[in-house]
Every structure is written in C-alpha cells, then in structure tokens.
C-alpha cells in the first residue's frame, strides 16, 4: 500500500490521518517497549513477521484471528504503539468490516455490471 506524503497529509481534511500523526512518541515508545516482553511465542511471530513487512515495505495483509481472550487485542495494541512511534499510520479495522466492505463492493459491482450489461 503507498505511504502518503507527510507534508501533503496536512492541506487535507482527513481528519483520521491527521489524527494518526499526532501521536505522543514517547509515551508510546514506552508502551511498547513494556509490553513487548509480554507477548507469548505466538505472538511474537506475528509481530516479527508484520514489523519485518512493513520495514522493509513489502506488502502484506494479515488476519489475527482466535478466540476470545487470547491476546489479539493485546498484539493489535504493541504493534500500533511500535509504529505509531516511529510516526506511521496505523488503522486496525475489525474483520467483520473488511468482510462487510467485501460484500458491499461484489453487490456494488453486480448492480454495475447489470445497469451497463457487464458481465
């Protein structure tokens, strides 16, 4: 996904990104690294493996995903305390949105496709 230009981000009016970018780095920092040390085996896969993706700016989208009170929400918090001190933009959407999203553009492009006789 391309990085937007942080000096443009401000002539617009989003504010979700603008928000995104004031983040207080150090206290957020320390966040991380307190709760670092926290994460099980399991969790430390899937940091290593995001944290790797997005240093090196290679693609990569994941689904966390398990049952209730295994530390999904947890991991969510470490890695947007790690990379929202180093100023990127973090936004966790919940699955049921991207599915919800999924399906709104496959009827989307149905009705499309119907109306201009796509197929």
Excluded: W
């Amino acid at each position: 996904m391309p990085v937007p230009n942080n000096s443009l981000v401000s002539q617009f009016s989003n504010l979700m990104l603008l928000c995104e970018l004031q983040y207080d780095t150090v206290s957020l920092s320390r966040e991380h690294d307190a709760n670092i040390l926290k994460l099980n085996e399991e969790q430390m896969v899937v940091y290593d493996k995001i944290i790797d993706c997005v240093l090196n700016k290679r693609d990569g989208f994941f689904f966390v995903y398990g049952f209730g009170g295994t530390g999904k929400t947890f991991l969510y918090r470490v890695l947007s305390a790690r990379l929202r001190s180093e100023k990127k933009i973090v936004i966790n959407v919940a699955s049921i949105v991207v599915l919800l999203l999924c399906c709104y553009l496959v009827v989307r492009r149905r009705i499309l496709c119907s109306i201009f006789l796509l197929t």
